[in-house]
Structures are given as structure tokens and as C-alpha cells.
């Protein structure tokens, strides 16, 4: 029997990944060539021949100059102003490729000018490369550039990196030759990342003291934002009474007063944190907050066998002085770990039930959520923490059923654990911190507890010397002779070595950088002797 096959009315639609590169490619070809081009660009002494359709439909200033509407449709030449020609050949040059090619000295030209022609691609792309630019030297001359051509990408960016940043600015030039009103914007903000409301009042001094003559009129609208109820009464009037300037002292002078009174009644009345005005309360950025994470609990008279791990978390208001409890841990665990890098709080390690851990969580206190982040490569309890250059450390603790030497890093940026080196002694349940810059100590009491009074403590103190760029990449390396370590205490640089005056010792340890400094090494301490 023979079978008779009908062809299929059904049709799938293919997309040719190529055809769009290929087409645009002969395009630039015929540019080139001066093929079949219908226009001629003046641009200053510079003249450009070119397609209008291919002009028109990458730009709508072009589809619109183009346009039948407009005298230059019909024109064999057309002017062009307000742009330079050596900027023009790179927009049109990205126009018939859609490669350019973008750097510190061509950016800002760039960028104006593609926003001139509509080219939002190119814009967003100058954007990009600038926010990657951005410093606390130019910060406030990017912010203003993207307030002239309403970039509010980059505009958002630069204004949180000026919050950000604020006490690395305010004795730049930019920020010094700000107008009284970009000024007032900025010492309003409630973002302003500063240990205290001193520190913005001293900005604000500075600015008025820079040109005093000009500036001395907008002295009450200026200092209007600052919060004086938060500011230390003697340490205001010290300040005060240094100004050479008699009339701003008396303007000074009497706004402190005012301030003094309305400070007294607020604390006389007792009234909430909550319901005081805003110059009452400190900045968010600048609020203290101590975190309780985790831990054990039991029952009243219970046994200790009976001990529980927790996963909840208070937070203390160090200004408001009440506990509230925030979002919980995903995990319950004591013998964790905690720090704070970059405003986030993150939870390490620990074990409940005997079981140890190696997951990382990171509490955000905007959105007020834990979320994990990536797990050590060892699972530790009774480690201790330490945050030095943006990145945190875990050293030790219980890692199984061993003490361990061994010492962990994590880069938030790349969210990733790295095991980096080892202590010279096992240990668990201690404390650690960073001193000087780039250096982390670990202290261990050797025995007994701390007493109120007339006892002295002896502490072990190891000093880890940290590479200082974070995120150098690290090799296995022989110490040389030259680049020995001695073991004892008092060390001290020399160049680039640190060196004591014990006995000598090489061993093999994971470091980074070109210099003996930049390794990553243990110093071990004799006792030191802590008086209370």
C-alpha cells in the first residue's frame, strides 16, 4: 500500500544571529567608500558624507533634522554645531560599527555630545566608564556634570558615594567652592556617613571660613542644618571662642544659646525618641547599633545540658537606649562568629547540637533580612573575626574535633572563601582586631578571668602581617634568607621587613605582593602584661 505524504502548512520562524552584524559591517564598508551616502556633515572644517537613513534610525535627533518637516531634509549639506568633529568621528564611528572607543581624557566630551544626538547607549556607557572614575576628588564635579545632562544613573551614584565618602571630601576643593544651595543639599541628608554631628558642623565652618566676606550672609541657613541639640556644649564653645572673626562669633555665639534651650527643654520634657525633631536624633548613617546573634539559652535552674541554641537577634539603639528584636538567623548557633564590613552584619560559623558549621549569612539592615552567602571551606565554632581592607578573616577555633591554626579571608565582592595561612598556635574562643593598618592581633587570656581591680592579666599576643592589597594573588613561597622573620617582641620595620631580635626561623606560609611586608606572616609575642 503506498503512503502519500502532504506537505506541512506549518511554519518556524529562524533567526539568523549573523545577518544583523554582517549587514552593518558592508554598511561601514559603504561609508567608507563613499557608496551610495546622500548627505554631507559639516562639522566645524571637518565634512563627513553619510547615509540619513542609517543616521536617522540609530539617532532621533538625526530621524528628526531629517525629517520632511525640516529645511535640512532637502539639503545636500548640513551644518552641524556645538560639537567637536574629532568627538563626532567617534559617535559616528560607533553609529555604523557599534564599537567606541571610551578614556579619561575624551569621556566627558562624549558623553555631552551623545546626549546631544540621542545616542542613549553611548550615554549609559559613559556613564559606566565615569562611576568606575569616581574619587573624593572629583565626586562632586561628576555630580554636578551629570545634574547638566540628567544622567540620573550616574547622578544617584556619585551622590551616595558623596554621603559615602563625606569626611574624605569636605576639605577638597570641590567641595570648598560649592554655592550655599549644593552645600545645604548635602548637610541636610540624612545618608551623610559620619561618627558625629561634630564632624558636620566643622564642614560647614570650613566652607564659611573659606571666603568669609561672600559667605558670611548664608551663616543661619547653612548652620540651620546642622543639628545642634547633638553637639557637645563645651566643645562647641572652645570652637567658637577660636573664631578671629568678632561678628561671626556673636551670630555663633547667640545660635548656641538658642540651641543650649531647646536641647534643655527636649530632655527636660523626656519626650520619645520617636516623637523629637529631627535635629534631636542623629543621621541613620550615623546611628550606633550593637547587635546580640545567636548564642545558647536555658531555662531558669535548668541543667546546662539543657542548653538550646538561638537564632534570633536583638539590636540595641545606643542613642535611644532600648533593645528590639530584628529578623532571625536561618540557623540557629552559638560559637559564631560576627563583624560588620560595609554596613552589612554578617554571622559566621558556629555549631548547635554538636554540629559545626561553615555557612555565612549577611543581615542588610535597610531591607532588615538575613541572606546566605558562600560557606568556608572549613566549618568552625569558637573562631574569631576580624574585617581589615573591606574583606574578613576567620581564624581558628574548633574546625571537627581539633583545634585549628588555619586562617580563612572573605571577599564580599567576589563572595568567596580562601584559606590564606595558618596561625603559629592552635586556638579557640578568642578575641581578635585589626591595629595600625593592615595588621590583625589575636589575644588569649592564659589563665584565670578578668577581675574589677588589682589583678594583673597576662594575655598571648600574635600579630598577623597582612598584605595591603586585599586583593593581591597569593603563591606558595620559600622565605629566603633575606626575607627571614625573627620571633620575639619589640619588632619593628625596617624597609620592608619586620624584625625582632630572637632566634631566626624560615618556614612556608601563603602570601602575596613583591615585598616581605606584603606577606602574610604570624609574630609571636612574649606575655604582655594588661594593668586595669
Not at 533580612?369 to 574569631?384: D, E, I, T
Not at 624560615?506 to 609571636?524: A, D, P, Q, V
Request: net charge neutral; proline share 3%; aromatic share 10%.
Amino acid at each position: 500500500m503506498a503512503c502519500v505524504a502532504y506537505p506541512s502548512t506549518r511554519e518556524f520562524p529562524f533567526l539568523a544571529d549573523r545577518h544583523a552584524r554582517l549587514i552593518l559591517a558592508q554598511i561601514s564598508k559603504m561609508r567608507y567608500g563613499q557608496h551610495f551616502c546622500d548627505v554631507q556633515l559639516q562639522i566645524g572644517d571637518e565634512e563627513f558624507k553619510v547615509h540619513r537613513l542609517v543616521l536617522a534610525a540609530s539617532s532621533p535627533y538625526f530621524a528628526a533634522l531629517f525629517a520632511g518637516g525640516m529645511k535640512e531634509s532637502s539639503k545636500d549639506v548640513v551644518r552641524i554645531l556645538g560639537v567637536d568633529a574629532g568627538i563626532f568621528q567617534i559617535l559616528l564611528d560607533f553609529i555604523y560599527t557599534g564599537i567606541i572607543s571610551i578614556g579619561e581624557s575624551n569621556v566627558q566630551e562624549l558623553t555631552v555630545a551623545a546626549d546631544m544626538f540621542q545616542l542613549t547607549e553611548v550615554v549609559d556607557l559613559c556613564c559606566e566608564f565615569l562611576k568606575g572614575q569616581v574619587d573624593p576628588t572629583n565626586c562632586i564635579g561628576l555630580f554636578q556634570f551629570s545634574e547638566q545632562i540628567v544622567c540620573h544613573d550616574l547622578m544617584e551614584f556619585t551622590e551616595n558615594y558623596i554621603h559615602a565618602h563625606f569626611l574624605d571630601i569636605q576639605n577638597g576643593e570641590e567641595f570648598l567652592a560649592l554655592t550655599k544651595d549644593q552645600l545645604v543639599k548635602i548637610l541636610r541628608s540624612e545618608e551623610l556617613s559620619i561618627e558625629d554631628e561634630y564632624q558636620v558642623f566643622i564642614a560647614a565652618m570650613q566652607w564659611i571660613l573659606k571666603d568669609l566676606g561672600r559667605r558670611k550672609k548664608h551663616v543661619v541657613e547653612v548652620l540651620d542644618t546642622i543639628r545642634f541639640p547633638l553637639l557637645p556644649p563645651q566643645r562647641l564653645s572652645k570652637y567658637i571662642e577660636g573664631i578671629p572673626d568678632f561678628s561671626l562669633r556673636v551670630a555663633l555665639q547667640t545660635l548656641l544659646k538658642e540651641y543650649c534651650e531647646v536641647s534643655k527643654s527636649l530632655k527636660e520634657s523626656k519626650v520619645s525618641s520617636f516623637l523629637q525633631p529631627s535635629k534631636a536624633r542623629p543621621r541613620r548613617k550615623a546611628r550606633k547599633y550593637l547587635y546580640a546573634v545567636g548564642g545558647y539559652t536555658r531555662l531558669q535552674g535548668g541543667r546546662w545540658s539543657d542548653s538550646r541554641a538561638l537564632s534570633c537577634v536583638e539590636r540595641f539603639d545606643t542613642f535611644s537606649q532600648y533593645w528590639t528584636t530584628v529578623s532571625s538567623l536561618h540557623q540557629a548557633r552559638n560559637g559564631l562568629g560576627v563583624v560588620v564590613v560595609g554596613g552589612m552584619v554578617y554571622a559566621i560559623g558556629g555549631e548547635k547540637d554538636s554540629m559545626i558549621f561553615d555557612c555565612t549569612e549577611c543581615y542588610d539592615p535597610i531591607t532588615k533580612q538575613w541572606a546566605a552567602v558562600a560557606s568556608m571551606n572549613h566549618p568552625r565554632c569558637g573562631l574569631g573575626v576580624c574585617a581589615c581592607y573591606g574583606a574578613i578573616y576567620a581564624f581558628g577555633g574548633w574546625i571537627g574535633a581539633e583545634i585549628g591554626t588555619s586562617i580563612e579571608r572573605f571577599d564580599p565582592d567576589e563572595n568567596n572563601w580562601e584559606v590564606v595561612g595558618h596561625m603559629a598556635v592552635p586556638r579557640y574562643n578568642f578575641g581578635c582586631c585589626e591595629i595600625q593598618e593592615g595588621r590583625m592581633m589575636c589575644t588569649i587570656l592564659s589563665s584565670g578571668f578578668w577581675k574589677k581591680r588589682g589583678i594583673n592579666k597576662y594575655v598571648y599576643i600574635n600579630i598577623f602581617a597582612l598584605g595591603k592589597h586585599r586583593k593581591t594573588k597569593h603563591r606558595n613561597q620559600k622565605y629566603s634568607s633575606k626575607s627571614t622573620f625573627r620571633r620575639s617582641l619589640p619588632w619593628k620595620e625596617l624597609g620592608n621587613n619586620i624584625v625582632g631580635e630572637g632566634e631566626p626561623f624560615s618556614e612556608t606560609l601563603k602570601g602575596g605582593g613583591e615585598s616581605s611586608i606584603n606577606m602574610h606572616l604570624w609574630i609571636i609575642s612574649p606575655k604582655i602584661t594588661i594593668i586595669e
